[in-house]
Structures are given as structure tokens and as C-alpha cells.
Nanobody, 114 residues
């Protein structure tokens, strides 16, 4: 069964940076499109970014130009580099596949103070 484990969250000031990591178990990693999603308090989970097995990326308009998604297939890890953080980026961040079909991990909390 696929298992996703997120880490790297924390507290940052507005304008600061954080780097999130997601380690995915199983042999699906190198051939699978993976993405980052986030859920703020009282809001639905939303798409943030994704990366295909070939390295093509796509971003939500709200993070474009500030966040960068990347992957290391040898480490079964997908990353999210978050720069120029804003208070509205505060949320629990999760990784999953393109269609969100894998079991959700515990997520990692990102809190941005103004």
C-alpha cells in the first residue's frame, strides 16, 4: 500500500521560506505524477502544485512564482520550496497523486505570521 509522509513544516515570518518534503513508499514513485495540496482552517483542501514523472510542473495561481515543486526519484521524495511566504499560505500541507487517490498522510503544518 502506498504511504506518504510529509515533513518540513513550521513557523515562518511573512517573506520567509520553508522547504517541505514528502517521502512516498512503493515502486509507484518514479512513474507517478505527485502533487502538493493544502487545507486551511475552515476551508476545503486545495491544489498547490504538481510534478509529472518527466518533470513537468503546474502551479495554482496563488503560489505561482513563489513556490517550486521538484522531485528526487532516487530518494522517492517530492519537495516544495516555498519562498516569499504570506499569512494566507498558513495551512496543513499534504502530498498525493494527481487524482488524490492514495491514502492521505498526516500532513505538515505551515504557519506564516505577519
Amino acid at each position: 500500500q502506498v504511504q506518504l509522509v510529509e515533513s518540513g513544516g513550521g513557523l515562518a515570518q511573512a517573506g520567509g521560506s520553508l522547504r517541505l518534503s514528502c517521502v512516498a513508499s512503493g515502486s509507484i514513485f518514479s512513474s507517478t505524477t505527485l502533487g502538493w495540496y493544502r487545507q486551511a482552517p475552515g476551508k476545503e483542501r486545495e491544489f498547490v502544485a504538481l510534478i509529472t514523472s518527466g518533470g513537468t510542473t503546474n502551479y495554482a495561481d496563488s503560489v505561482k512564482g513563489r513556490f517550486t515543486i521538484s522531485r528526487d526519484n532516487a530518494k522517492n521524495t517530492v519537495y516544495l520550496q516555498m519562498n516569499s511566504l504570506k499569512p494566507e499560505d498558513t495551512a496543513v500541507y499534504y502530498c498525493n497523486g494527481r487524482y488524490r487517490t492514495y491514502p492521505w498522510g498526516q500532513g505538515t503544518q505551515v504557519t506564516v505570521s505577519s
